[in-house]
C-alpha cells in the first residue's frame, strides 16, 4: 500500500482544513486507517484511526469535537476535517495504514504517507 497525503497549509486559528490520503492497492477496505502528527521539537502523536469499514473511530482527546475522520473505500480515500484548529495543532500530519481491525499505536501501521504540513497561526 502506497499513501499521498494532501491538504495542508496555513491557516489562522479557528479557521478548517480538509486533509486527504489516497491510497493505491485494491486492498484498501482491509485496512485500518490512521492519522499521526509530529511537532517541531516533539515526537509524532496519535490524532485518530478508523476502522476499515468505517464504523469505528478513535480520536485523541486534543482532537475531539473538533476533527473528524472519514474514509471512501470506493476511492481508496481517507479524509481528515479539522475544525476550530488551534496553534498547538501546527505538525506535520502523516496518516498511515494498518492490516487490522483498528489502530491506535505507531507500531501497529505498516504503512506511512509522506506527510503534510498544517500551520496554525494565532
Known amino acids: 500500500v502506497q499513501l499521498q497525503a494532501s491538504g495542508g497549509g496555513l491557516v489562522q486559528a479557528g479557521g478548517s482544513l480538509r486533509l486527504s490520503c489516497a491510497a493505491s492497492?485494491?486492498?484498501?477496505?482491509?485496512?485500518?486507517m490512521g492519522w499521526f502528527r509530529q511537532a517541531p521539537g516533539k515526537e509524532r502523536e496519535f490524532v485518530v484511526a478508523i476502522h476499515w469499514n468505517g464504523h469505528s473511530t478513535y480520536y485523541a482527546d486534543s482532537v475531539k469535537g473538533r476533527f473528524t475522520i472519514s474514509r471512501d473505500n470506493a476511492k481508496n480515500t481517507v479524509y481528515l476535517q479539522m475544525n476550530s484548529l488551534k496553534p498547538e495543532d501546527t505538525a506535520v500530519y502523516y496518516c498511515?495504514?494498518?492490516?487490522?481491525?483498528?489502530?491506535?499505536?505507531?507500531?501497529?501501521?505498516?504503512?506511512w504517507g509522506q506527510g503534510t504540513q498544517v500551520t496554525v497561526s494565532s
Open positions: 492497492g485494491r486492498t484498501f477496505s482491509s485496512y485500518a
Open positions: 498511515a495504514a494498518a492490516r487490522r481491525f483498528i489502530a491506535t499505536t505507531q507500531s501497529e501501521y505498516s504503512y
